[in-house]
């Protein structure tokens, strides 16, 4: 059972971040891309993107997608650290959201962006499955967080 100070912290690392590393697949090339997002109380993620990336045409033929959110400031890494690693990993399903089932949010932060790309589209990214690294004797692993 997820104990609630693993849902606070996998909370908390998404607010305090700007930017997500968001991976796709195609049926036989793998990309990761910074992307700056929206996020919802229920942990949706929202990005804009150009039609044209490789991420949305590979989302297009692929929907399935991981996301890995991080805090950089956090100490360095070691067998015997004690502090709890900052970063969270995630198992998704992006999509193409059409322009009328933005939610306000979103919409919002378009209008007041008023972003200078060509033809774009906003996705909804939707969590699956969360994961917290975690140190068990000097060895990293990760823990899944239920959030709902």
Request: charged letters at 20%; one cysteine or more.
């Amino acid at each position: 059972m997820t104990d609630s100070a693993d849902q606070d912290l996998v909370r908390k690392i998404i607010s305090s971040c700007r930017y997500l590393t968001l991976a796709t697949c195609d049926s036989s090339e793998p990309w990761a891309a910074p992307i700056e997002f929206l996020c919802d109380d229920d942990l949706n993620f929202f990005f804009l993107s150009t039609d044209d990336s490789l991420h949305s045409r590979q989302i297009a033929s692929n929907p399935r997608v991981a996301l890995a959110l991080f805090d950089s400031e956090q100490p360095e890494y070691s067998a015997n650290l004690t502090a709890r690693l900052r970063g969270v990993q995630i198992r998704a399903t992006a999509t193409r959201l059409s322009p009328e089932n933005h939610p306000e949010s979103v919409a919002a932060a378009i209008e007041v962006l008023n972003p200078p790309m060509p033809p774009y589209s906003v996705f909804k990214v939707s969590p699956v499955t969360f994961y917290l690294p975690r140190i068990v004797n000097g060895v990293n692993e990760r823990v899944e967080v239920k959030m709902h």
